[in-house]
């Protein structure tokens, strides 16, 4: 599905303070999968995300997403891509606090020119899949931390994208809302849809069945844990 050769991503080249998040990163990510990605603040795995979300670009290195090299692809064309296959949900929610629940799951829809009525009704079911069909009309700002976050993953499954991409989804969430959070995760992933995570907690790392953890913008440990998962706090 996801195909990662000699990825390398760099930052201010040729200057004095040039960077080097990541270095010759080589990742395959089957369909289905639910995968951690670990690491310490500045490890480069948010780069990582950010470059298999199709936010960024890698320097060197190839990208391919099924038969489709993504790093080839025109600007529209990607943007295109990346509306319709990826889902991304952030720890800050990034939601229009002074819209309702359904007008920021309405958001994605507006890019497929779907005729009106059919966008709603395709909002609707989504929030419905995440358990927040009662807030439908309800402003964004005057909601909790895991209603937001549930409001978030709902606009994230609006288009049935083949992945989610999580970035510390959890975070700004208190131990038992973040446990459900990951329970509509997992349950996304038994249905078929690829789930990437990243994260810096082990027990939500132990919801996934497979780790990879970066060290300096290098993978030092890419671990199949099975079908088996249990939640610990000691995985690494």
Do not use: W
Request: hydrophobic share 40%.
């Amino acid at each position: 599905m996801i195909k990662l050769n000699g990825v390398t991503k760099k930052y201010n080249i040729g200057m004095p303070n040039e960077l080097t998040a990541l270095n010759n990163i080589n990742i395959e990510i089957k369909e289905g999968e639910m995968i951690a990605i670990m690491g310490t603040s500045g490890a480069g795995k948010s780069t990582l995300m950010h470059i298999i979300g199709c936010i960024d670009n890698s320097t060197e290195g190839s990208y391919f997403f099924g038969n489709t090299q993504i790093n080839k692809l025109s600007e529209g064309r990607l943007s295109k891509f990346r509306n319709e296959s990826i889902g991304i949900l952030l720890q800050d929610f990034a939601l229009l606090n002074d819209e309702t629940a359904l007008q920021n799951v309405l958001t994605p829809l507006y890019f497929n020119k779907t005729p009106l009525i059919k966008m709603k009704t395709t909002a609707r079911e989504a929030l419905a899949m995440v358990g927040v069909e009662e807030l439908e009309t309800q402003k964004v700002g005057t909601m909790s931390g895991g209603q937001k976050q549930r409001v978030a993953l709902a606009r994230a499954l609006v288009n049935s994208p083949s992945i989610i991409l999580a970035d510390e989804p959890t975070g700004a969430l208190d131990s038992k809302t973040a446990d459900e959070i990951m329970g509509l995760l997992v349950d996304l992933n038994k249905k078929g849809v690829t789930v990437i995570i990243v994260t810096h907690d082990n027990k939500i790392a132990g919801y996934c069945k497979r780790i990879i953890e970066i060290a300096d913008g290098i993978i030092c440990i890419d671990r199949n844990l099975g079908d088996d998962c249990i939640v610990t706090e000691e995985i690494l």
